[in-house]
Every structure is written in structure tokens, then in C-alpha cells.
């Protein structure tokens, strides 16, 4: 009898623990079921399904080559995929373990109804294993890293299964050009193009930047140069395992610590979720529920307004226009962008955490909300709500003159000296909008504000 592997946020070949136990038992058949309800407000956003769809196309490809299947259904997984079980004949379902709230439910469900067998992948290493002294779980990123790193390096990756067959016989399977994932809005994916999703393009990525690794440390904070991996997507959708990302990154020349170490960052957020598994709605740190952040019409206004990129801060502006137009943004951006909303406009984190979900290609239940719960001072491990990022500051700081040029045309003619502050500099083009709100008046009117946190934290 044939065996399912159930592929979720790993839909690669290589490296994928499941497909390869599979394979070992006999015939496979692959499964992807798309579930919108389960998840609640984090079903698969907008731009992520653009991903999804060209994902799915390339690993659907990449399995038939071997006979193998992958069959499509729409809705509630365990319902599916018992209903594909007693269709197939299967008693086994192969998965790699994943660690959002909801998928944690419908494996706990799965696990009930059928053999589920989970299988590592997902990270470098399983954080219930990594322990403090007294056995309890990591609260802080620093020490998380230094007990994960001293387990690492991971396994070798595994080449994708030789002996991969599938069953006889035809199932049914959905239609993907039928879950219409594309973008409809005819203005919208230009700039996604450039992006190669399925499990070729990842190793592509990995193979152009191992020879940057050894400059990363400096290269990485400056938007203009393509100084990052710009793996976000493909680890995301695990079209290449992080063990293959760490082995061929550590043969990479001078310093892969300060890169390692941000991939480590991707297991702690894991972490994270695992022991808050609401950590994207609630507050790390209670005391904050207390904080009287803005509502109502201004409140409103302000945050179309940011979403648009249209906030009078350049940096701000360029940041958020490239996450709308390319999917993506570059990570000291989403940091100045998502401390302007915060601060600045004093809009709860949770706004722009839905935002950056339904526009990210690499939105991801525990890079997102804890990055968010970062900036904010919300979460267990975060930088204090009071430091407030100037971004008119880091802008000049980090050289993002041409940044800025590429995703705000109307300020492309500025010099380097005007074009982080054009107000100021007194040559704001007509075009452009004046600043939403001085820095020193934001600054203030934030600090005041949080006085209400800290009187009780
Ligand atoms: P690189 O610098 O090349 O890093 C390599 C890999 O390490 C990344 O692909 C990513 O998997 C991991 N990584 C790097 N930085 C972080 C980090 N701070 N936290 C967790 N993992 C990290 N990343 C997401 O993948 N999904 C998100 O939804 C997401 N939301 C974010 C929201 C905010 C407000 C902020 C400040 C950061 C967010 N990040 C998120 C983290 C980071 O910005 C991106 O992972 C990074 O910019 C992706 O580009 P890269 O692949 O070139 O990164």
C-alpha cells in the first residue's frame, strides 16, 4: 500500500525527511491541502499565494519525474486527508513537524485518525529539546543561540530519494489554475518576477550568495546593496532545508557566524511559538495592554497612509513601496518602518503585523510576530519601547540614497545630501507628501504615551 506525505510549508525533494521515509516504505502519494480556515486571520496572505502557486507548480513537476503525484485538495487537512487515505488505501501519513498553532492541531487530529509519523526539517534542531540548566524553555534569543549552536552543526542534507515511485491507478485532485492564487489586481505583481520560487530557484539563491557570506556582516544593513541572502521565501516555504542552507554557507570564505546567527533567529521565533502559540495577537509582555494606542478616523488615515508609503520619510516611503511592489523588504527597512508605525504613528503593532502578512512572499507566524513584538517592546525578548529609531537618522546612516531612488521616483533627482530629509533640506518636490508628523512631536507624544506601560510593568 502506498503511503502519504503531507506537504505543507517543506515542499521540496531534497532534504525532506518525510518524502524520504516514504519513499523507503513503498509507493508515494503527495498531498498539499490549502485550508483558509483553520489558520483564522493568518490563512496564506495575498502575496504569499502568488509564491504558493508557482511553489506548488515547480514541486508538482519535480515529483512527476519520478512518478509521483501530488494531489491538491481544498479545506479542513485531516478531513482530506483521511478522505485520500481511504481512497489510496493508505494507513500512513509522513509529515514534517511544523510548529504554528494550527498545524499543531491538525497533527494532534491526524495523529488520532491515522499513523502520522512527523519528521524533523523545518529547523536546525528541535527547540523542546533545547534546554536550560533547570530544563526549562529559551526566553531570550542570546542564550537560545549560544545552547543551539553548540548542538550545531546540523546533520549533512540528504540528496532527494533515488527509489521515489508511485501508486497505479488515477486520484482525483483539485485544479490549481481552479484556487485562483494569482493576483487579480493588474497592477500588483510586476516586481515579483524577479523572484524564483520551488526548490531550483532556492538552491540557485543559496549558490549566488555563498560567495558574499563573508561580507554580510556589514553588507546586510545597507537597502541599496544586495548584501542578504533573500532566502526568506524559499526557507519559509522550506524549498530548501536550513541544514542545506548552514552546510553550504560554512564552506563559504571569512566570517559565516553573523549569517549563521540570523538563521538561528528563524529557530528561536519557532521557539517562541511553540511555547506562545498566540504570540501574533497577544502581548509578550502583559503590561502592554495598558498602552492607549491610537484609534478612530487620524488613526485610520495615518496607517493608509504608511501602507501606501506616502509619510513624508523617505526611508519609510522607499521601504514600504517595495514591500507592495517586490514582496519583500529589506530587513534594517522593516525594522525603521515598523518603529515609524508604532512610534511615530503610535498604531498598535498588531496593524502592521497583519500588513506585513498579507504583503510579505516570506510571511511567517513566528519571523513576523516576533520581529513585530521586537520593534514594539511588546514581546518576551525585545528592544525597549522607549528606544525610539530616528529614521531620518539611520537613512543617511546606512547609505540609502539609491535605495530610496528606486522605490520613490519623485525624489530620484534629489542629491545625496536632500534625499534622506527633503523638507528640511528645502526641496520637497510637489509631488511628494509632507512629513505626516515631526520626529520631535512623535517622539514626545510616544514617550508620554507609554508612561501609562511602565507606570504598572
Ligand atoms: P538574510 O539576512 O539573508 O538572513 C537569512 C535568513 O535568516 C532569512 O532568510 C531568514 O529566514 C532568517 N532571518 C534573518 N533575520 C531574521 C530575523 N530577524 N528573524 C527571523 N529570521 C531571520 N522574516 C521572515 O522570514 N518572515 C516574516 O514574516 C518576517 N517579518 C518581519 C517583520 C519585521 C517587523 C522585521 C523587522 C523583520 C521580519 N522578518 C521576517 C525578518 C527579516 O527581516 C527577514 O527574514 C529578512 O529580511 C529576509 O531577507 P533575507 O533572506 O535576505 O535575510
Not at 494532534?108 to 524553555?137: E, V
Not at 484609534?295 to 501602507?307: C, L, P, Q, V
Not at 511567517?364 to 529609531?389: C, E
Request: charged share 25%.
Amino acid at each position: 500500500t502506498p503511503s502519504i506525505v503531507w506537504f505543507r510549508q517543506d515542499l521540496r525533494l531534497a532534504d525532506q525527511p518525510a518524502l524520504a521515509a516514504a519513499a523507503h516504505d513503498g509507493p508515494v502519494v503527495g498531498v498539499y491541502v490549502l485550508d483558509d480556515d483553520a489558520p483564522g486571520a493568518w490563512k496564506i496572505g495575498g502575496a504569499q499565494r502568488w509564491w504558493l502557486h508557482h511553489s506548488l507548480t515547480a514541486l508538482a513537476a519535480d515529483l512527476k519525474k519520478h512518478g509521483v503525484p501530488l494531489i491538491l485538495r481544498r479545506g479542513d487537512a485531516v478531513a482530506e486527508i483521511g478522505k485520500l487515505a481511504k481512497e489510496v488505501g493508505a494507513e500512513t501519513v509522513h509529515a514534517v513537524h511544523h510548529y504554528e498553532p494550527w498545524w499543531k492541531v491538525a497533527e494532534d487530529a491526524l495523529g488520532k485518525a491515522l499513523t502520522l509519523k512527523l519528521h524533523g526539517g523545518m529547523l536546525l534542531d528541535d527547540p523542546d529539546s533545547i534546554r536550560t540548566g533547570s530544563g526549562g524553555r529559551y526566553r531570550m534569543f542570546t542564550a537560545f543561540w549560544k545552547a543551539l549552536r553548540e548542538r550545531m552543526p546540523p546533520p549533512e542534507p540528504i540528496a532527494a530519494p533515488r527509489n521515489l515511485s508511485g501508486p497505479s491507478g488515477k486520484i482525483a485532485s483539485d485544479d490549481l489554475a481552479d484556487w485562483k492564487l494569482l493576483p487579480t489586481t493588474p497592477d500588483w505583481s510586476p516586481g515579483f518576477a524577479d523572484w524564483k520560487p520551488g526548490e531550483a530557484g532556492a538552491h540557485a539563491a543559496l549558490k549566488a550568495f555563498v560567495p558574499k557570506v563573508g561580507a554580510y556582516d556589514t553588507a546586510r544593513n545597507l537597502p541599496s546593496e544586495e548584501g542578504t541572502s533573500r532566502l526568506s521565501p524559499h526557507l519559509h516555504h522550506g524549498e530548501v532545508s536550513p541544514a542545506a542552507v548552514w552546510h553550504a554557507v560554512a564552506k563559504g570564505k571569512g566570517d559565516t557566524e553573523p549569517y549563521l546567527r540570523e538563521v538561528g533567529w528563524r529557530d528561536f521565533t519557532s521557539n517562541v511559538i511553540d511555547i506562545l502559540p498566540a504570540y501574533a495577537d497577544a502581548n509578550g509582555r502583559n503590561a502592554y495592554d495598558a498602552m492607549p494606542w491610537r484609534t478612530g478616523k487620524e488613526a485610520d488615515a495615518d496607517f493608509k497612509a504608511w501602507t501606501e508609503g506616502r509619510t513624508g520619510y523617505p526611508l519609510v516611503d522607499a521601504g514600504m513601496r517595495q514591500l507592495w511592489t517586490h514582496g519583500w523588504m529589506h530587513n534594517r527597512v522593516r525594522m525603521v518602518a515598523a518603529s515609524f508605525m508604532i512610534k511615530h504613528l503610535l498604531l498598535d503593532w498588531r496593524r502592521g503585523e497583519a500588513w506585513y502578512w498579507d504583503c510579505l512572499i516570506d510571511a511567517d507566524y513566528g519571523n513576523n510576530s516576533v520581529n513585530w513584538q521586537w520593534v514594539a517592546g511588546t514581546g518576551i525578548d525585545s528592544n525597549p519601547f522607549g528606544r525610539i529609531m530616528a529614521p531620518l537618522t539611520q537613512s543617511p546612516k546606512f547609505d540609502a540614497a539609491d535605495y530610496i531612488r528606486t522605490w520613490v521616483p519623485e525624489l530620484a533627482d534629489l542629491s545625496d545630501g536632500a534625499i534622506h530629509d527633503p523638507e528640511e533640506a528645502g526641496c520637497r518636490p510637489a509631488d511628494y507628501p509632507e512629513k505626516i508628523i515631526g520626529h520631535r512631536e512623535a517622539r514626545e507624544r510616544a514617550l508620554q504615551a507609554v508612561k501609562k506601560v511602565t507606570a504598572r510593568d
